[in-house]
């Protein structure tokens, strides 16, 4: 089992940043793909940005050049700095971990463990 907890989240205006923190604990060697997703109200949940076990990172159109995602190997926990926020980027943002290899896709079905969430509400 992996336990992951999410910080970071709170309010902020358009144009400003945030940096969210994902910390992970127990079976973590068995990961191979970290990920931060996000859910508004009656939306899909959607992938936002992922990271290879190597250090590879993936992004969604929407974030690209905007949110770049991190981890620290030693500390066990993943990042995500969101610069030049946008209204649209309102939602519960999670953190989550996948098991198996076969890349760092955005499909969450896949992803196996799950945190709680943190809010981010951005305010023009």
């Known amino acids: 089992q992996v336990q992951l907890v999410e910080s970071g989240g709170g309010s902020v205006q358009a144009g400003g940043s945030r940096r969210l923190s994902c910390a992970a604990s127990?079976?973590?060697?068995?990961?191979?793909?970290m990920a931060w997703f996000r859910q508004t109200p009656g939306k899909q949940r959607e992938g936002v940005a992922s990271i290879t076990v190597d250090g590879r990172p993936a992004y969604a159109d929407s974030v690209k050049g905007r949110f770049t995602i991190s981890q620290d190997v030693t500390k066990s926990t993943l990042y995500l700095e969101m610069n030049s926020l946008k209204s649209d980027d309102t939602a519960i943002y999670y953190c989550?971990?996948?098991?198996?290899?076969?890349?760092?896709?955005?499909?969450?079905?896949?992803?196996?463990?799950w945190g709680q969430g943190t809010q981010v509400t951005v305010s023009s």
């Open positions: 127990g079976a973590t060697y068995n990961t191979r793909c």
């Open positions: 989550a971990a996948k098991r198996s290899s076969g890349g760092c896709v955005f499909v969450p079905a896949w992803y196996n463990y």
